[in-house]
């Protein structure tokens, strides 16, 4: 112990000075919240003034380089100061296990901002969980505005730090603040948890040997290293998490129709709520499912909930979390075990694997495994086949299925992560929780943009855009999106010919800004255009030839061979549209994936379009979705063709047969929107042969017409003297955009024609703005007025803004 010699009150600056490096390895290598309840007790003892309290509270610097600062600051004042900052560190531990207030003061003091100083520490304590209730208690009564609660309600500070900032707040206020506060706290009751965390060790649990202790070590180090920095979707600049993280916008999937249940929206949630909001759907579960489509967030989610974990700042309950990437665990072809994947495939302890492995065993409340993209697996969930041992070898499919089941490391917490579509009523009867991701609220774009945009006026210019484009705003709520906002910046602010409006807009706005980043100053074209994509048309045919192959074998992650099999080579890698991925096995060349699993279904649509290769029939494949079980696509679409002979293993045919419905949806939508007339002279450009491209639009319009036909005549009949209504399914959505994206007026008026509904069901149908730009796009040909029922979803003001254009047809909303 770093404290124990030289003792309080022999501490000289020279024994002080020999001890500092195990002094900056507590300090700086434990919580934030350790380091600062230290810092209150330097405050309130006057060992620190308020000049050196406020310069060593600077936010987004390292907590080992605050840890060193505080050193310096604390040996100027010389062996007393030392001392002090001793006797701080041992009092912040103790009082940091143990649920015991110490402190007392006198709520009349005639001097109350002194007394808020020197009570500072139990203060704080008293005020954790209740700042919110104390500041609209302040506010009503005049002592602060709401600026300056907006201020300390900042979702980055925690509930400490919250109070924190307001006992800051009132050290410099004279309107009464600090009586107020010295008065009212005193009647709160204590809520403060156990915080004071030993770097690396449990905060309630003792752990048995130097193995376990070296093991968690080593494990939140992983974990730290693989989390502080973001890496953007095109892997060209490392960011720091801390300064780039938005909140998206989390709610809790509620029971509809259940005795008493509120009909209203979920409210949001903070990820601190992840394993504690509301009651379980099923108690004896063990499994948090996060669902949210493609892009919405869902790795960044898990990316900052690691690093929160492994910095000590939230999350402490596990003293084990162990991350996966299922798109990378089904790569892995040979059996594993529980023991083998947690150590192999993540952190593999130095010594005393057994020891760890049995504590493991012993405690498996206290561990945490995430699983990232569900729907990339390319496996259906069952339940079986049992497995139930943790050291016996299984299919990498089977053993996570039985993890989540709970036939292994039951009691352990497991959080997955997935798009909608992809999650059974099989897997739902082992979710303790199901949460949705919406995406950015109007005001995380704007956040976003901010972090992302420090230079004068940029950030601003932007979001000027984004409103006065609200089709463009709705396609933001995608934090994907937004990146491509962000990264496309100039081209959008430079550009007088209209900002994007549609999906494939934006995806052949930045496709074209990495083509003219990779071109040569003097070779390359002056600006976006078909020069530009033509020059590059054999390798964007690679590339697509590969995404389409990786759809069609639920492949997301490709080797050198696959490489080299699909003819792509370092120049077209050079590009950047493939991006390193972590790989799961130890040794050799790191494999390759695309930007995003939507940048591989444009590419793939892309492919479809231009490729010589690509009969036209080929489409009806992409919009006759291959049945698979209870799938909602399956039930919505029926055969459009009459079914031929079996296609040809490896052809295109064969693909589109076999790819996750998902993922073809994607494709679709961009297929439509690059056969719109807006881009019709971009691709004819590249195209051999225009009058094949023709033949792939009439294919695609086809094929959107029948299906919405036939979507509508299976509706029921209405009963006599009711109103025929219609609940949509989620593949009526899909069709819908894939309509907007195709921007054809008399294609969606003829679609809608026939439909002869007086209710039109929406809800959980996770409608966001820019499925409400293409509803109004199509409902507005109705002939007859229908009332639109949009409960849970996530329309937003921006989602209204974009339905005016079909209110006209819409006699209730």
Known sequence: DPLSSPGRDTCTQEAFQAQRSRLVGLLGSGSLEGFESVLDRLLAWEVLSWEDYEGLRVLGQPLSHSARRLLDTVWNKGAWGCEQLLAA????????????????????????????????????????????????????????????????????????????????????????LAAFLLQHVQELPVRWPCLWKVPRVSRLLCLPDAACQKYTSKLRTTVSAQSRFLSSYDGAENLCLEDIYTENVLELRTEVGAAGAPQTSPAPLGLEALFSAGPPLNADADTVLVVGEAGSGKSTLLQRLHLLWASGRDFQEFLFVFPFSCRQLQRVARPLSVRALLFEHCCWPDLGQQEVFQFLLAHPDRVLLTFDGFDEFRFRFTDGERHCSPTDPTSVQNLLFNLLQGNLLKNARKLLTSRPDAVSAFLRKYVRAELHLRGFSEDGIELYLRKRHREPGVADRLVCLLRATTALHGLCHLPVVAWMVSKCHQELLLQGGGSPRTTTDMYLLILQHFLLHASPPDAAPHGPGP?????????????????????????????????????????????????????????????????????????????LVLSADVRPSSLRHLFNCRPTGSSPLARLLP????????????????????????????????????????????????????????????????CLARSLRKHFCSIPPALPGEAK?????????????????????????????????????????????????????????????????????????????????????????
């Not at 900032?165 to 004279?174: I, P, T």
């Not at 991925?581 to 494999?591: D, I, L, T």
């Open 89 to 176: 560190v041992q009092e912040a531990r103790a009082d940091g296990q143990s649920p015991a207030l110490r402190g007392h003061w006198d709520p009349h003091s005639p001097h109350p901002a002194r007394d808020l100083q020197c009570h500072r520490p139990a203060i704080v304590r008293r005020l954790y969980g209740h700042v919110e209730g104390v500041l609209d208690l302040a506010q009503a009564r005049g002592f602060v505005s709401p600026y300056e609660c907006d201020e300390i309600r900042l979702p980055i500070f925690t509930s400490s730090q919250r109070a924190r900032r307001l006992l800051d707040l009132a050290a410099v206020k004279a309107n009464g």
């Open 531 to 607: 020069g530009l994509l033509r020059g590059r048309l054999p390798t964007l045919l690679h590339l697509g030839r590969l995404a389409l192959w990786g759809l069609g074998v639920s492949c997301y992650v490709f080797s050198a061979t696959q490489l080299q099999a699909a003819h792509v080579d370092g120049a077209d890698i050079s590009l950047g549209f493939l991006v390193h991925a972590k790989s799961v096995a130890p040794g050799g060349p790191p494999p390759l994936e695309f930007l995003h699993i939507t940048f591989q279904c444009f590419f793939a649509a892309f492919y």
């Open 639 to 702: 055969a459009l063709c009459v079914q031929g002979p079996p296609s040809e293993e490896g052809s295109v045919e064969a693909w589109l047969q076999q790819a996750e419905p998902h993922n073809l949806q994607i494709t679709a939508t961009f297929l439509a929107g690059l056969l719109s007339r807006e881009h019709r002279g971009l691709l004819a450009e590249c195209q051999a042969s225009e009058k094949a491209l023709l033949r792939r639009q009439a294919c695609a319009r086809r």
């Open 725 to 813: 209504s219609m609940h949509a399914l989620p593949g009526f959505l899909w069709l819908v955009r894939s309509l907007y994206e195709l921007r054809e007026e008399r294609l969606a008026r003829k679609a809608v024609r026939g439909l002869d509904v007086g209710h039109l069901k929406l809800t959980f149908c996770s409608v966001g703005p820019a499925e409400c730009t293409a509803l109004a796009f199509v409902l507005r040909h109705l002939r007859r007025p229908v009332a639109l029922q949009l409960d849970h979803n996530s329309v937003g003001d921006v989602g209204v803004e974009q339905l005016l254009p079909c209110l006209g047809v819409c006699k209730a909303l």
